[in-house]
């Protein structure tokens, strides 16, 4: 079975997925590690491993990449982000297929002028409604795999209000997304919303101080939700372990103790050491032993 199957059959379950959100392989095993049952791979967290804000500032190459990267680390389904598609609705046909091509199981596309920002941050543009449902109906048509999950992320709340937003997340289902992304719904009354008034699968955004209020994710999947992504939330523990590590070094000349406090084998044993010793020696012949004379 494909990842994207595998991610489709976790949807036909009851519940909510939640896939918190990678940057890298490290991000990537560990999410698998801590045995949740699919990765996102955040936008935002992989423009800071280039050193760049989430303002659409890397192409579809690049972000291609980066998704291969954590699809091989993770043995998990992951979910990326496809940003705007990167361009037109022919863009969008090649980015489907070359997310697809490296193992990815699904993706989001949204509503932005290009180059977007990040979704919680003010002063947004979107593009026509027609101009992005025509990228949805390209999405839907570009898969070789029918359970590759194409998700509508629309950026219309902020710009056009919360009727618009619904609008657009219901025509993006009826022109071949399988799942709609209302993002940024900026009170709780419209999180509670989202998921009665959109005709079909529901995925939550749930970004910490950002535009949306903090929900306990079991309220969310009572709501209807069916997936959840939490994007910053390894990408913002890494800034402040790391600013926390550095000070410390910096005032006491010493390597700081870290939580936790690992050896170098366990380190490395975490992004699979222990296979790859085995390995070492498993494909060599065994030289016969000469007979005694």
Not at 150 to 175: C, H, K, M, P
Not at 236 to 258: D, F, N, S, W, Y
Not at 280 to 289: D, G, H, I, K, S
Request: hydrophobic share 45%; glycine share 8%.
């Amino acid at each position: 079975m494909t990842e994207a199957g595998k991610l489709r059959a976790l949807l036909r379950h009851d519940g909510m997925i939640v896939a918190p959100g990678a940057y890298d392989g490290i991000t990537a095993k560990l999410v698998a590690q801590a045995g949740f049952s699919a990765v996102y791979m955040t936008g935002a967290g992989t423009s800071a491993t280039f050193g760049y804000p989430d303002f659409g500032l890397l192409t579809m190459t690049e972000m291609v990449s980066n998704a291969a990267r954590i699809v091989r680390a993770a043995e998990l389904p992951v979910i990326a982000d496809a940003d705007t598609g990167y361009g037109n609705a022919l863009n969008t046909v090649r980015t489907v297929r070359e997310y697809e091509q490296c193992g990815v199981a699904g993706i989001h596309i949204e509503d932005q002028l290009s180059p977007k920002k990040c979704g919680h941050l003010d002063d947004k543009e979107i593009v026509p409604r027609e101009d992005w449902l025509a990228k949805i109906r390209a999405a839907a048509y570009a898969r070789r795999d029918p359970d590759f999950l194409i998700i509508a992320r629309t950026d219309s709340r902020a710009v056009a209000g919360f009727e618009e937003a619904i609008a657009r997340a219901n025509a993006a289902l009826q022109a071949g997304a399988n799942m709609a992304f209302v993002e940024a719904a900026q009170t709780m009354e419209e999180v509670a919303a989202i998921p009665r008034r959109v005709a079909g699968p529901c995925l939550l955004n749930v970004v910490r101080k950002g535009k949306t209020p903090e929900i306990d994710l079991n309220e969310a999947e009572r709501m209807g939700y069916k997936l959840a992504i939490v994007p910053g939330l390894l990408f913002k523990a890494a800034i402040g372990a790391c600013e926390t590590a550095l000070a410390a070094l910096k005032a006491h000349h010493r390597h700081p103790v870290l939580q936790p406090d690992l050896t170098v084998r366990d380190a490395f044993n975490r992004m699979g050491a222990e296979d790859w010793d085995a390995m070492r020696t498993r494909f060599r012949a065994e030289v016969p032993r000469r007979a005694a004379e």
